[in-house]
């Protein structure tokens, strides 16, 4: 299992490749529909927004705002979690995609939290990929989420998005990020959350919702959807 739960990005067809002037248009649109995207995760601090993206990893966020009330509150902070017991971390979020392997990544997260960084979430990329299943993904959501970083993230959603709007035919999530992030250049937080819901309600893996879309005139990928 990798440090980060995660599958090999959806095969995408090639298709060609969307143009400045289209890629600013594009970046209007989002940001037109999608002025102040925020995650739909719920979480009421850094630790529990850490957590909650963590949990997120290859499971809706529907289920995990199922899954965290009762694991917030028997561990309501990193001093806590990390002295939790494994079997009892596992019983909480059993329901969760990967359980076994995301609840020793929480409580070795929280140790190192604790032990490190004196019981505080480290609010720096390069520190938080340093903890126990935080990889640059989920570093990214939550610097986007809690500072507003001009960070881009690139989950199935917006790896899905970004082939079929001709902003990239990158095979790697990594590599579409740097994609995204170079040719956007600024409200790359807003734009991550956009390409997210956009890709999750209207864009979605099977049955996009075509008819009408707004983004239908840059559209790249019009036959042949495939997740």
């Given amino acids: 299992m990798t440090k980060e739960n995660k599958k090999s ?12 002037v289209q890629i600013e248009a594009i970046k209007k649109l989002f940001l037109e529909h999608y002025p102040a995207s925020t995650t739909e995760l719920e979480y009421s601090n850094l630790y529990e927004l850490l957590v909650s993206v963590m949990l997120s990893a290859q499971c809706t966020d529907k289920r995990v705002n199922i899954i965290t009330p009762a694991l917030f509150e028997k561990y309501p902070d990193p001093v806590r979690l990390a002295t939790a017991d494994l079997e009892d971390v ?29 019981g505080e979430i480290p609010l720096e990329q390069k520190e938080l990929v ?16 809690y500072t507003n970083a001009n960070l881009m993230a690139v989950d199935t ?9 001709g902003l990239s035919n990158a095979t790697t999530a990594l590599k579409v990020e740097e994609e995204l992030s170079r040719k956007f250049k600024s409200d ?31 559209c790249k990928s019009k036959e042949g ?3």
Avoid at 9 to 20: A, G, I, N
Avoid at 130 to 145: S, W
Avoid at 193 to 206: D, E, I, N, P
């Fill in 225 to 227: 959807f495939k997740a």
């Fill in 188 to 218: 790359l937080h807003l734009l991550h959350q956009a390409m997210v819901l956009f890709g999750r309600y209207r864009c979605k893996a099977v049955k996009p919702e075509c008819e009408g879309c707004y983004m239908e005139p840059y």
């Fill in 157 to 165: 959603h917006v790896f899905r998005v970004a082939h079929r709007l």
């Fill in 130 to 145: 340093t903890l126990a299943g935080v990889g640059q993904k989920t570093a990214n959501v939550v610097m986007i989420e």
């Fill in 9 to 20: 990005p959806p095969k995408m067809k090639r298709v060609k490749l969307s143009t400045k």
């Fill in 90 to 118: 596992k019983e909480l979020i059993n329901s969760c995609s990967f359980f076994n392997n995301k609840a020793v990544n929480l409580i070795k997260m929280a140790q190192r939290v604790v032990e490190v960084y004196g």
